[in-house]
């Protein structure tokens, strides 16, 4: 099965179905990098029949699709993710807030770096903004999260906007050199309170930037897709998600009984 999917996803991505792959060895993946956008248009143009990116279809999409192929394609949350905006360890910057990311996006030298000017977190940050894009502005942005990191690491005046996967998993050695370099900033919410985005300001969504990971599939009957979609979504797959540093979507409560007798 090939699945496109946002280069912002990739480190959950390969997490599940390296998993999934361990499971069930003659399950092959395919995964295709591309930025959101151009995965959506794959999609309705039934290129890519499945995605693993930062917003479901909507209902139009999910109709027009079914119309095409008389398929009907599913979009199933497996977890929060969220953008977060970082800059130098030696920058002078402390915080964002959501006034100042309006205002300085549509700057002509915006101190605003994005992964990709169509990728899932600038969609994220346009939504959340409510932001309307004029069609002949240009957003600042470079081709990944690795050269907005490494933008940033070398001038501390700008501000750059990746997704929490690239860098949410600090019991990986890299990671942990990498936020010895930069630092993460709080975003001033709505009621002037700094919010980081931390796995328990995502879950009560707090934090104002936080989204979706959503696995779309469109197939015929029960296939790789489906397989890998309850996977994800079980027990096992949550169990996954929430060491990479994300919220996992479907909470599973654990009952533990103690007994308190002393052992003979």
Do not use: W
């Not at 996992?248 to 007798?261: K, S, T």
């Amino acid at each position: 099965m090939s699945i496109y999917a946002d280069p912002s996803n990739e480190n959950l991505l390969k997490a599940l179905t390296d998993i999934y792959v361990m499971k069930f060895p003659k399950v092959k993946f395919k995964i295709v990098y591309k930025p959101e956008n151009e995965i959506l248009q794959d999609l309705i143009d039934t290129v890519a029949s499945a995605a693993f990116i930062n917003k479901p279809l909507t209902e139009q999409q999910t109709k027009y699709l079914q119309q095409q192929t008389e398929l009907t394609p599913r979009s199933t949350l497996l977890g929060y993710d969220a953008v977060v905006f970082i800059t130098s360890a030696e920058s002078k910057i402390d915080s964002v807030t959501l006034e100042d990311l309006r205002k300085s996006i549509l700057e002509e030298k915006s101190k605003f770096v994005f992964d990709n000017g169509n990728s899932g977190n600038f969609n994220t940050v346009k939504t959340i903004l409510k932001l309307e894009i004029p069609k002949e502005k240009k957003v600042d942005a470079l081709d990944n999260a690795k050269m907005v990191i490494d933008f940033v690491k070398q001038s501390p005046g700008s501000v750059g906007v990746i997704g929490l996967n690239e860098i949410s998993e600090q019991s990986n050695p890299k990671v942990k050199e990498l936020l010895k370099e930069i630092k993460i900033l709080p975003v001033i919410d709505s009621t002037n309170v700094a919010q980081m985005p931390t796995v328990r300001n995502i879950l009560g969504f707090k934090y104002p930037f936080f989204k979706g990971v959503y696995f779309i599939c469109r197939e015929p009957g029960f296939g790789i897709g489906s397989g890998f979609s309850r996977f994800a979504g079980s027990e096992q797959g949550q169990l996954i998600i929430h060491p990479e540093g994300l919220q996992p979507y479907y909470i599973f409560a654990r009952n533990v009984q103690n007994n308190i007798n002393p052992v003979e």
